[in-house]
């Protein structure tokens, strides 16, 4: 009956060329996930999970639901200079965590990595504050497009280089509440 629902409400977009990953598969990997990283901070005293606007929301949230360890949850705020849907590289912090940084364990949540430059952008702001320790946890990562080397700790999914949208991920902030993740037509964007 929910389901239902949701199909109706949100029916695919136009521009919207396949369903990647469907809801059934990214909930099971999200509590994959999840236990993964409740099992490995099980002796940690509490973990800070940092996720990246906007992309992340919706994966955080289930992510964060699913830990059975005591957590809290920031969120940072990116801005990258885009030549179109390429990126340059060039990276901009326009929202700092509130919570301290140092001396605690953090764990960076992010959407998808691409080339690289925004995690490794991350990494560097994030070891800087001296934290208990540094992880990452992405969703969505696109190997044949990375430009730097950036750690990961916990992947969610591999995927070819398409852009995709939905669960989090926009286009043009569109398509973020998308319960399922698809790619984009290309002539969307081209
Ligand atoms: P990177 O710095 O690794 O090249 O890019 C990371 C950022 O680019 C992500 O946080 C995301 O904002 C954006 N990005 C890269 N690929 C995609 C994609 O396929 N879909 C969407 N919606 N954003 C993407």
Request: glycine share 6%.
């Amino acid at each position: 009956m929910a389901n239902e629902r949701v199909t109706r409400e949100i029916p695919i977009p136009g521009s919207v060329e396949r369903s990647l990953l469907d809801e059934e598969t990214i909930r099971r990997r999200v509590e994959e996930l999840a236990a993964q990283i409740s099992a490995d901070y099980a002796d940690r005293e509490s973990l800070l999970l940092v996720g990246v606007l906007k992309g992340a929301f919706i994966f955080l949230a289930d992510l964060a639901r699913r830990l059975t360890i005591p957590h809290h949850v920031d969120f940072i705020a990116l801005s990258s200079y885009n030549r179109g849907m390429v990126s340059t590289g060039a990276v901009r912090l326009i929202m700092d965590t509130r919570a301290p940084v140092t001396g605690r364990h953090i764990l960076i949540v992010e959407d998808i990595v691409d080339t690289g430059h925004t995690l490794k952008y991350l990494m560097d702001t994030f070891h800087a504050r001296q934290p208990a320790s540094l992880r990452t946890c992405v969703l969505l990562s696109k190997p044949e497009q990375r430009e730097i080397e950036v750690p990961i700790d916990y992947l969610g999914f591999e995927i070819p280089n398409v852009w995709v949208v939905g669960y989090g991920l926009d286009f043009a902030d569109r398509y973020r509440t998308l319960p399922y993740i698809a790619v984009l037509k290309r002539e969307a964007y081209e």
